[in-house]
């Protein structure tokens, strides 16, 4: 009998152990790419919108896969696969996870910046009030303090209607006021400096949407994010340009790992590597 449940114990463990198959992969749309985020905590695989942001994709895909020139931390002109080897130097519980910045602390980038791709009507922007009379600015605003409201959304209004003192203000009181009241959430981005396309979808930043970190509108760069968890105040500022479709569970353990203060996780969170997958159909040789 012993000999048996020997026998039976060596064949269980000599059985291979089964990774993990990618796919099968819902997509939004068909010819979308996938892309591969290797990562020393486990694999993330991501839908690109081709569609809705194609020229955030094509930046993507070309700096990971080593097509496109940037300047490096020395100033030099260079090809290579940018991504490679970088960190996430930031990552919030319930948040996001951030990476693709080339010194690791969110300062840096490819050397040059290009612009949004936002439908601000396909999100809905366009019909949200920027201000109401009994609770005052929208949440998507993030406006704390008087200050925040001065310089978020009355100077730029001020200034798109051409008001330029006190005595112009005093003057035009009542027609400020109405603008006020119809300013939608797109209106006030608009005056900010954001610009919208007519044309493209635009997705929301919901959970496991992959979308681009900026400093202010029309800044992208490489640096990039993927959420937690639903970032709705995030719409109009970022270019939502993908999604996972698998791997959700590794970016919501990188959310988690301890960080400093500065939310840079204690132990280095590497991106190994950023690459096209070629999807491989299971009725198709290989």
């Known amino acids: 009998m012993k000999f048996f449940i020997s026998i039976l114990f060596l064949s269980l463990v000599s059985l291979p152990i089964m990774a993990e198959v990618p796919g099968p992969f819902v997509k939004e749309y068909a010819d979308d790419p996938i892309c591969l985020i290797k990562t020393s905590m486990g694999d993330i695989y991501v839908e690109l919108f081709i569609q809705e942001a194609p020229e955030t994709v094509a930046n993507f895909l070309n700096l990971a896969e080593g097509k496109k020139e940037y300047t490096n931390t020395k100033g030099e002109k260079v090809t290579g696969n ?97 603008a006020l009241m119809d300013l939608t959430i797109k209106d006030c981005y608009a005056n900010l400096g954001y610009k919208y396309s007519e044309t493209l979808k635009s997705h929301p930043p919901k959970r496991g949407c992959l979308a681009m970190a900026n400093s202010g509108p029309n800044t992208n760069g490489s640096q990039f994010f993927i959420t937690v968890e639903d970032a709705d105040w995030l719409q109009g500022k970022h270019t939502v340009f993908g999604k996972v479709l698998q791997g959700m569970d590794i970016v919501d353990q990188i959310a988690t790992v301890k960080a400093d203060r500065t939310s840079r996780p204690v132990q280095d969170v590497k991106i190994i590597s950023i690459r096209k997958y070629v999807e491989v159909n299971p009725e198709q040789p290989k």
């Open 82 to 178: 940018f991504y490679d080897n970088l960190i996430f130097h930031r990552v919030i519980k319930n948040f996001m996870i951030q990476g693709g910045c080339p010194l690791g602390n969110g300062t840096s980038g490819p050397g040059y910046k290009f612009a949004d791709e936002i439908n601000a009507n396909a999100l809905g922007l366009d019909k949200i009030k920027a201000f109401d009379p009994e609770k005052g600015p929208h949440p998507f605003l993030l406006i704390q303090t008087e200050r925040d409201f001065y310089v978020v959304m009355l100077i730029p209004l001020f200034q798109k209607m051409g008001i330029k003192s006190q005595q112009d203000l005093e003057a035009r009181q009542v027609e400020v006021q109405k």
